[in-house]
Structure formats: C-alpha cells, structure tokens
C-alpha cells in the first residue's frame, strides 16, 4: 500500500473586511483619522449589525483619492 504525499500549499483567504483600526493601520494614518475621514465622507464603510467595517476595495478607492489630490495638487 502507498500513501501519495502532497506538497499542497495551506489555502489563504484575504480578509476583504477591516475594522477601521486595521484599516487605518493598513492606510498608514491613526484610528482619529480615520474615523475624521468616515465622517467627511471620504473613506466609505458598511455596517454589519452595530460594526462599523470597511471593505479593501474602499481602501484602494481612498488611496486612489489621495494619489488624484497630491497629483491635482502638484
């Protein structure tokens, strides 16, 4: 009897949810300024029950925000 070994790499999900302390974190800016960004309506969230999330496409959607203000502002 053989047993066939796999070199199987272990399945990764990326989280596509972030709370807005990760999501400050992965934006590089403090929890204050992200909620201050929330509140501005610049960086958009969704609510699951009483948490405020945000998805990483509003994530990329900020940062492309940023880098259209620094180029407009240059």
Do not use: W
């Not at 994530?59 to 492309?64: A, L, N, P, R, S």
């Amino acid at each position: 009897m053989t047993t066939a070994v796999t070199d199987a790499a272990p399945i990764t999900v990326a989280r596509r949810l972030h709370c807005v302390e990760a999501a400050a974190e992965l934006i590089g800016v403090g929890r204050s300024t992200a909620y201050e960004e929330i509140r501005l309506g610049r960086l958009r969230t969704v609510r699951v029950g009483r948490r405020r999330l945000i998805p990483t496409e509003y994530i990329e959607e900020y940062i492309d925000l940023l880098k259209a203000e620094a180029t407009n502002a240059a």
